[in-house]
């Protein structure tokens, strides 16, 4: 599992800032903003936690990152719905 997450991330990372150069070279200046605020969310979560095993409320931040910045660059034609028990967002799995 470890060494999935350790191909994904760096690919996850080229490719949102493939697309926030897309965005300032469009001069679509509010998206570039939204979508560098959410990735630096995303890998504050990500980073700075250093844990690899997480509280639920900790993972769904991060999800809700990631689906954020999936959103801006496939102009929210992504709908996702959750539905949480709150008893279960301090679990860790």
């Known amino acids: 599992m470890e060494s999935l997450?350790?191909?994904?991330?760096p690919?996850?990372?080229?490719?949102?800032l493939s697309s926030i150069s897309r965005l300032a070279r469009l001069g679509e200046t509010?998206?570039?903003?939204q979508m560098?605020?959410?990735l630096a969310t995303f890998y504050r979560?990500?980073?700075?936690?250093?844990e690899s095993i997480i509280p639920i409320r900790e993972e769904l931040r991060?999800?809700?990152?990631?689906i954020g910045i999936h959103k801006i660059k496939h102009?929210?034609?992504?709908?996702?719905?959750?539905?949480n028990q709150f008893s279960v967002l301090e679990y860790i799995p």
């Open 11 to 16: 690919h996850f990372l080229y490719n949102t």
């Open 36 to 38: 560098v605020s959410v």
């Open 30 to 33: 509010e998206k570039l903003y």
């Open 45 to 50: 979560l990500t980073l700075v936690e250093g």
């Open 75 to 83: 102009l929210d034609r992504l709908a996702v719905n959750f539905d």
């Open 62 to 66: 991060q999800v809700r990152s990631n």
């Open 5 to 9: 997450q350790a191909q994904i991330k």
